[in-house]
C-alpha cells in the first residue's frame, strides 16, 4: 500500500497577520494615490503654463467700447504693424478709435447719412494698399504682398481690416468737417479770459491770489504758460464750442459771466479762466477752420468718454511685453 504524506497544517491567519496585512494593504494605497496626485499636479502645471502662455493671453479683455470687446490678440495683431510704436498705450488706443470710428459711421447712417460717404469698398482697400506698398506699379504684386504678410504675421484679412478703420477715419473725419456752420452763420461764443499754468499746486495758488484781490490780467502776464495770450493779459478772445479741448469747453459755458472759475485739469495744464462775456456771433474764417481741424477729434473724446471702459485689472505694460515676445 502506497503510504499518503500528511497534508500539511493549514496557517492560521491570526488578529496580529490580519492586521499587518491591512496596514502593507493601506500604505501602499497611499503610496499609489500619492504617486497619480504627483502625475496630475505636473500635468496641470504643465497644462495650465500651457494655457496661460498661449491661450490665455489673445483672448484676454483689454476694453470694451459700447459692449464690443477688444482683446490682447488684436492688440498684438495692432503691434505686428506698428512694433516701433515705443508706447504700450498706442496700439490699444488705435483699436479703440478703429471701434469707435466703425460704430460712429453706423450711427451717422442710421441717422440718414449717405452710406457710400461712411463706407469702404474692396476696391477703395485695394487701391490704397497699391498707393502705400506699390506707388510705382499699376497693380498689387501678390507675391510680394504675400511676402510681407508673411513677414510681419497677419493675415490678409486683418490686414485689409486695419486699412478699412484708416480709410473710414479719412471719410468720417470729412463727414464730421461738413457739419461745421458756414462762414457768417451765427454761433454761440464766449469771450473768455485764461492762466495756464503746469500744476494744481500752482493753480491753486493763483486761485488764491485772485481771491485776495489781484487783477486776473496781471497775474495771467506773469504766470501764464500760453504765450499768444500772457502779453494780452490772457485774452482768448471770442471762441465757439470746439475750438479749446471738451474740458475747456464744459467750464466755459457753464459759469456765469464776469465769474471766475475753479482751476481744472486738461492736456495742456491746468487753467483758471474768466468769461467776460457772451453772445451769438458769426463764424468768421478762421475759426471756421479751427473747427474744421479739430471735429474729429473733439468728436472722438466725447465718443471715448462715452463709450470705452477698460479693465479695470489691466496692466498694460505686462499686456506689451507678451505681445512684443509674441512677434519677435
Known amino acids: ?42 500635468m496641470a502645471v504643465i497644462v495650465y503654463g500651457f494655457y496661460t502662455t498661449s491661450i490665455a493671453p489673445p483672448r484676454r479683455l483689454l476694453s470694451t467700447v459700447n459692449g464690443t470687446s477688444i482683446t490682447a490678440g488684436e492688440y498684438r495683431d495692432a503691434l505686428r504693424l506698428y512694433p516701433y510704436s515705443g508706447s504700450a498705450e498706442a496700439p490699444l488706443l488705435m483699436l479703440e478709435e478703429n471701434e469707435l470710428v466703425r460704430q460712429g459711421a453706423e450711427e451717422f447712417i442710421a441717422q440718414g447719412a449717405p452710406a457710400d460717404e461712411l463706407s469702404v469698398s474692396d476696391d477703395e482697400i485695394d487701391e490704397r494698399i497699391k498707393d502705400m506698398l ?3 506699379e499699376e497693380e498689387i ?73 489781484e487783477d486776473f490780467a496781471a497775474l495771467a502776464a506773469e504766470l501764464s504758460l500760453d504765450e499768444a495770450s500772457k502779453e494780452n ?10 475750438i479749446m479741448s471738451e474740458e475747456f469747453d464744459e467750464v466755459a459755458f457753464s459759469i456765469e459771466i464776469g465769474e471766475v472759475s475753479q482751476s481744472f485739469s486738461t492736456a495742456e495744464g491746468y487753467y483758471i479762466i474768466k468769461v467776460l462775456e457772451e453772445e451769438e ?34 496692466d498694460l505694460d505686462a499686456i506689451y511685453r507678451w505681445a512684443l515676445g509674441q512677434i519677435s
Open 1 to 42: 500500500m502506497v503510504r499518503k504524506g500528511k497534508a500539511p497544517p493549514k496557517r492560521e491567519i491570526t488578529r496580529r497577520r490580519l492586521a499587518r496585512w491591512q496596514r502593507e494593504r493601506r500604505r501602499r494605497r497611499i503610496i499609489i494615490t500619492l504617486g497619480v496626485l504627483i502625475i496630475l499636479t505636473v
Open 134 to 136: 506699390f506707388p510705382e
Open 233 to 242: 493779459g490772457g485774452d482768448l478772445g471770442w471762441l465757439p464750442r470746439g
Open 281 to 314: 456771433r458769426a463764424l468768421d474764417e478762421d475759426v471756421r477752420g479751427q473747427l474744421e481741424a479739430n471735429a474729429f477729434y473733439y468728436w472722438l473724446e466725447e465718443q471715448r468718454e462715452e463709450k470705452v471702459e477698460r479693465n479695470p485689472n489691466l
Open 141 to 213: 504684386d501678390e507675391e510680394l504682398y504675400q511676402q510681407m504678410l508673411s513677414n510681419i504675421g497677419l493675415t490678409e484679412e486683418d490686414f485689409r481690416g486695419f486699412i478699412e478703420a484708416s480709410l473710414l477715419s479719412e471719410k468720417l473725419d470729412q463727414h464730421l468737417r461738413a457739419q461745421v456752420p458756414e462762414v457768417g452763420v451765427p454761433v454761440t461764443q464766449v469771450h473768455v479770459q485764461a492762466i495756464l499754468v503746469a500744476t494744481e499746486e500752482e493753480a491753486n495758488d493763483v486761485k488764491a491770489r485772485l481771491e485776495g484781490g
